[in-house]
């Protein structure tokens, strides 16, 4: 049998030219230097998958000169090959043909990639923008490297573009969006719009009107849309304002200002107030700013027992006390070492703002959670300041005052509850606001005649109430019809509170009077089907029972007294309108539940009750409270940071409208990636 032939190791055709001075050994591993052979050496060298870094070292070691004439002899033909190539290129161009052939990779890499205008890479695109628009992220990002990185592991098949490409793409994408809102807006809005505006500047002293959109469709669904944030850098006097509120009103929603009822709700501000009265529309102050100018008032009102400091000092202390904490190390080191020695969880202590209530209650609430390591640190002489001309203070409340936050906190506590009643976006708060201002009073009474209730938070607890229920919401609010007509149309309530202050009567004159004034030129079908009457088994004990349902119990008993004897009510004794004989209905029905879905429960009653739903697709549209607008400012403000404060409004604009709006265009599956 013949030996099998050894495949040699050197090319035929080398193209490195030290191949020349060297020579195959012929047993398929090794090769020798010819030059060494030549010096008498025999230097052999293991040579595998054509890989000859190794004889160049060889080269460059024992053969310094010849590896030089390699290196030249090399340069020299790429030289060569590029001029060649240039030459190609010169030739095809004058031809008219393509300046090279691209290779099978390149071409390949061409292939995967998608259509730069095909529709999957437009869904990327589009998913991209809501990306940075919804989590309101810079432009630059689409830029890094380390988001092209992260790109390329999901799908190396995306064609990513530019920041300003992107830019671009978010205008566009936002003007589908407003485009699909207005066109929602002129489809459901046929009872009644409410807005809420404010004003807000931005870092770089640009200043933005905010119009929100609230409404009920036939099908009792509340909208809450936001079609505009735009720049308003006129003079801010009630004049400008009403006329921009308008030409928004008009252009963003498509609603000609006589067509329907309008209303706005918006802060105490006197030139937004002012605005909104010059317009067509229709003002209701936002109740959360009414409570927060009773509380502050109280703040500065109730003394201590040393009666030379107020609440509202004491609560200046402890927002100093947080500031210094957390500006400085040494207050902050001393105590978490305070903190460590008897076991106790060191906490942040919030800093609280001028502007909010609620963030002196969070203060104050931080405070005295950290009372006996405070203390301890003031016994010993820490947490003390020095302002220029004044003797050293300490930031530590002293144990009065300690007792005055106490006695403050458990009371602001019950203002919580109502403030984050009336903040709710996804329900209606208005029928809400003479229920939830009533609760609020009778646990505050309650709190007052509770045998256990510290001295401090008593007298703090009664000075609130005067300030509450009898300046700023006399009658449970009710003296603003609109309360009153929300606290009738609850179907949990049915006017119960409206009793109490002798209102209920008149409520139902002025229901019949605005229903003239709203009702539209369409005639609706009056439907007189009776419901047989329910009856509930209630056996939960009164100190189980909410103020309001206590309250219920007790009109329920004395209406059955006053019909044993045979008493009507004068008003509306012998009914002649269809409204009249829906109000009857609509009383003869058993009360809802607490917490029921009022805006549902309409839904199913109003071909009962046809003229009363049509009452409350409007009141119910109405926002207690202005905490939309607040909410897109708080967006606003994380859109213009100080990394990105030379952001045009445009820009901030768009942004604002992809992030309000299009995860309730989702819900209401009218858009669709």
């Known amino acids: 049998m013949s030996e099998p032939k050894i495949k040699s190791l050197v090319p035929a055709k ?67 090959k590029a001029h060649e190539k240039e030459a190609l290129i010169a030739k095809r161009q004058k031809l008219g043909f393509a300046t090279f052939q691209p290779s099978i990779k390149n071409s390949f890499e061409k292939l995967k990639k998608h259509d730069p205008e095909g529709r999957i890479q437009k869904q ?62 002129k489809e459901y809005t046929d009872a009644s719009v409410a807005i809420t505006a404010d004003i807000w500047t931005s870092r770089r002293q640009d200043s ?34 009403q006329m921009a509120l308008e030409r928004l009103v008009e252009s963003k929603l498509g609603i000609t200002l006589d067509s329907l009822p309008l209303f706005a709700t918006t802060d105490n501000a006197a030139n937004m107030l002012k605005g909104i009265r010059l317009s067509m529309l229709e003002v209701y102050g936002c109740v959360c700013h009414w409570q ?24 200046d202390k402890c927002k100093e006390l947080a500031s210094h904490i ?89 203002c919580k509850t109502f403030t984050k009643i009336m903040e709710q976006e996804k329900v209606a708060t208005l029928p809400l606001v003479t229920q939830s201002l009533y609760d609020m009073e009778q646990e505050m009474k309650r709190l007052v005649t509770n045998k256990d209730t510290d001295e401090v938070a008593r007298e703090f607890c009664e000075a609130l109430m005067q300030n509450l229920f009898s300046k700023r919401f006399p009658n449970y609010g009710t003296d603003n019809e609109l309360n009153s007509f929300g606290n009738y149309l609850n179907p949990s309530c049915q006017g119960v509170h409206l009793k109490v202050v002798n209102k209920f009567e008149s409520t139902k004159i002025k229901l019949e009077e605005k229903l003239e004034e709203w009702k539209k030129e369409e005639s609706e079908s009056e439907n007189e089907n009776t419901q047989s009457s329910r009856e509930s088994d209630n056996e939960d004990s009164q100190m189980q029972l909410s103020p309001t349902e206590l309250l219920k119990k007790k009109m329920n008993e004395k209406a059955k007294t006053v019909a044993n004897k045979g008493r009507r009510s004068a008003v509306f004794s012998t009914p002649q309108s269809a409204l009249q004989k829906e109000m009857q209905s609509y009383e003869a029905l058993p009360g809802a539940e607490q917490g029921v879905d009022q805006l549902n429960w309409w839904r199913l009653h109003q071909e009962q009750l046809p003229l009363l739903a049509s009452i ?49 265009l989702k819900e209401m599956g009218r858009w669709k990636n």
């Open 14 to 80: 080398p193209e490195w030219p030290g191949w020349e001075h060297f020579c195959d050994c012929n047993d398929g591993v090794h090769v020798f230097c010819l030059l060494c052979a030549g010096d008498g050496k025999e230097k052999t060298y293991k040579f595998s998958s054509g890989v000859t870094e190794g004889l160049k070292k060889h080269l460059r070691g024992d053969h310094e000169q010849i590896a030089k004439e390699v290196d030249i002899t090399i340069k020299r033909k790429k030289e060569i």
């Open 124 to 185: 990327y695109d589009e998913a991209l923008v809501e990306l940075l628009s919804c989590n309101l992220l810079p432009f630059n990002l689409v830029d890094s490297p380390e988001f092209h990185r992260f790109v390329s592991l999901l799908d190396k098949n995306i064609n990513l573009k530019s920041r300003v490409t992107y830019s671009r793409y978010t205008e566009k994408f936002s003007q589908a969006i407003l485009l699909e809102v207005t066109k929602l807006i």
């Open 208 to 241: 933005y009107l905010s119009l929100s959109c609230h409404f009920i469709d036939k099908l009792f669904r509340i909208h809450r849309w936001t079609p505009a944030v735009a720049l308003f850098n006129e003079s801010h006097t009630g004049e400008n304002i």
């Open 292 to 315: 927060q100018l009773a509380i502050l008032d109280t703040f500065k009102e109730f003394q201590g027992e040393e009666e030379y400091y107020t609440l509202q000092d004491v609560s």
């Open 326 to 414: 957390h500006h400085g190390t040494v207050g902050k080191m001393l105590l978490e070492a305070e903190c460590e020695k008897t076991g106790h969880a060191s906490n942040v202590i919030h800093q609280a703002n001028d502007t909010r209530w609620d963030t002196r209650h969070l203060n104050m609430s931080d405070v005295v959670y950290h009372e006996q390591c405070l203390l301890s640190l003031a016994a010993k002489g820490k947490l003390r300041i020095k302002k220029k001309g004044e003797p050293a203070y300490s930031l530590v409340p002293s144990p009065e005052e300690f007792r005055m936050i106490k006695g403050g906190i458990m009371v602001l506590q019950h």
């Open 616 to 664: 409350v697709r409007v009141v119910f549209a109405v926002q207690a409270a202005s905490s939309k607008s607040e909410r897109i400012f708080s967006a606003a403000g994380r859109v213009v940071t100080p990394l990105r404060s030379r952001l045009d409004p445009e820009k901030v604009e768009d942004q604002l409208m992809i992030k309000l709006n299009i995860e309730l």
